[in-house]
């Protein structure tokens, strides 16, 4: 299956700056050599702990951040992607040169990613301060239209009640600025906004996890019709593990920069693999009070990603680590039908 979206080997290093020349003394390894496809139509969460790099894999994929090496593909034929891979085999330098200058992401700049843009787009967690407040909605939703040139200004403003109307807003809304709107009402205006450019691709940063449960339900329901209807693509971030279970196709469970698991929600839910998957479910809170709470709660904090510990990232955490997981770091290893775990000890 050729993917939407594609990483290879991703990195995103921030420098850790110090004196008065602001010299690297270190880096903040938030993206640590990620390869991850995102299938067509699929959508595909990504969970884990706060700080583990889960906005800026996002971000970085959008190249909204800049990526410190590795590759990003977007809606890359399939014949390209065997072209690449010949190339890297047989180490042709030049062959390379000129397919990751018209195909990667990573090598894009200027004119050749602002066309990308309209493709892929991001919905913030936060819908208080990703609206400007003193714009009013109709500029908010239109904007992204101006920035691409597409259309005049009468059909913008058509555009934009239309957009307002596929969000369940009333179009008579545009004259109203962002303050005027609930956090539920605000998130749905930046869905219009993001769908303004008709992208194949969206991100979403923890879009719900700002607002109440039966608000972020109904933008749930939202999201999954929006879905259906355009053939849409989602990248959707979230800490909330049963929010994923409950929505997404597929799951990539992040730990400190890497995905240690991915796999049908149903499976990684039932029978996590990696210990820290397993960690993680059993350490969320259950909604109902009836049901009796195994908790667990993970040992020790989580480790910097400036000063990641050696071989399996997990280890100081991990009741099952041996000698093997200090020094050697476990690849992310096909275990059944999509199915991935990156552990030297997987559970099951
Ligand atoms: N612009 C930045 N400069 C330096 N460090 C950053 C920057 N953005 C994020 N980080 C660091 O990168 C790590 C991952 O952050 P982030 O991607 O926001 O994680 P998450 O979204 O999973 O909470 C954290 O340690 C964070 O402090
Ligand atoms: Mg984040």
């Not at 090598?107 to 609206?131: A, E």
């Not at 972020?216 to 849409?232: R, S, T």
């Amino acid at each position: 299956m050729t993917p939407l979206v594609r990483t290879k080997n991703l990195k995103t290093y921030f420098p850790i700056l110090q004196g008065i020349i602001r010299r690297p003394v270190g880096y903040v390894k938030a993206v640590d050599d990620i390869s991850l496809d995102v299938q067509h139509g699929q959508w595909l969460g990504l969970v884990g702990e706060s700080g583990c790099g889960k906005t800026t894999l996002g971000k970085t994929i959008l190249r909204l951040i800049e990526p410190t090496s590795g590759h990003i593909y977007f809606d890359t034929p399939s014949e390209i992607f065997q072209q690449i891979e010949s190339a890297e085999n047989e180490n042709n330098q030049e062959t390379l040169e000129t397919l990751y200058d018209t195909y990667d992401l990573a090598t894009f700049s200027g004119g050749k990613l602002k066309v990308l843009r309209k493709d892929m787009q991001l919905v913030h967690q936060d819908p208080f301060s990703s609206l400007n407040p003193r714009m009013k909605i109709k500029d908010i939703v239109s904007e992204p239209m101006i920035v691409h040139n597409s259309t005049s200004g009468d059909e913008r403003l058509k555009r934009a009640a239309e957009l307002m109307n596929l969000v369940g807003l009333s179009e008579k809304n545009l004259s109203r600025y962002p303050h005027q709107f609930s956090g539920g009402q605000r998130q749905r205006i930046a869905i219009a906004r993001a769908l303004a450019t008709t992208p194949k691709f969206i991100v979403f940063d923890e879009p719900t996890s700002a607002l109440d449960v039966s608000v972020q339900a109904q933008i749930l329901i939202l999201l999954k019709e929006l879905k259906q209807k355009f053939n849409l693509t989602y990248l959707y971030i979230t800490h909330a593990l049963t929010v994923a279970e409950s929505v997404c196709d597929s799951i990539a469970v992040m730990y400190l920069g890497k995905i240690v698991e991915y796999g049908d929600p149903s499976v990684i839910f039932k029978e996590p693999m990696h210990p820290y998957t397993q960690a993680l479910i059993l350490s969320t809170p259950i909604p109902d009070p009836q049901q009796k709470r195994v908790r667990l709660v993970l040992p020790g904090e989580v480790p910097s990603p400036s000063n990641p510990p050696p071989g399996c990232r997990f280890h100081p955490r991990c009741s099952r680590a041996t000698d093997v997981c200090a020094t050697t770091e476990p690849p992310l290893k096909q275990r059944g039908q999509n199915r991935k775990v990156a552990c030297w000890h997987p559970l099951v």
